[in-house]
């Protein structure tokens, strides 16, 4: 493993994690969202990574870009039925579906993708630093 490949690790998992982040916002945006023009109901989504840590400590970081790392897939949750009759949504019996977004459960999500965004970082900062000082003690020579 080379010195670079601890800030190719650290710069994959920022953009994972922003991607989470994207994913995470759009499900809180949804949340009150009824069927679009086209008739189709916002599906809450989950960002699931493939990456084991191994296999990128091994050296498979360069098989690996955001796009193979991640998959978006739909939560496989019900709708949510809500009566409000005078809804222009609303069905025969006064019910309006919407996406089943827990926004609690959201909110939990977006502070640990949060927490693993800054760790990246933080690993990131540590690399950096030994570079640094691996040239100090080099040109000391």
Same mark, same amino acid.
């Given at each position: 493993m080379s010195m670079f490949?601890?800030?190719?690790?650290?710069?994959?998992g920022l953009e994972i994690e922003m991607q989470r982040m994207q994913t995470i916002a759009a499900n809180i945006a949804n949340v009150n969202t009824t069927r679009n023009? /086209? @008739? *189709?109901?916002?599906?809450p989504k989950t960002l699931v990574s493939n990456l084991?840590?191994?296999?990128?400590?091994q050296g498979e970081m360069n098989t690996h870009t955001l796009s193979s790392a991640v998959n978006l897939i739909d939560k496989d949750i019900p709708t949510k039925l809500v009566?409000?009759?005078?809804?222009?949504?609303?069905?025969? /019996? @006064? *019910?309006?579906?919407y996406p089943n977004v827990n926004t609690a459960d959201e909110m939990l999500s977006m502070l640990k993708t949060?927490?693993?965004?800054?760790?990246n970082i933080r690993a990131m900062?540590?690399?950096k630093a030994m570079a640094q000082r691996a040239i100090e003690i080099?040109?000391?020579?």
């Open positions: 490949s601890a800030y190719d690790i650290s710069a994959l023009e /086209n @008739g *189709y109901l916002y599906t084991q840590f191994d296999q990128l400590i009566y409000e009759p005078k809804h222009p949504r609303a069905d025969a /019996n @006064g *019910y309006v579906e949060v927490r693993v965004y800054e760790a900062n540590v690399a080099g040109s000391k020579r």
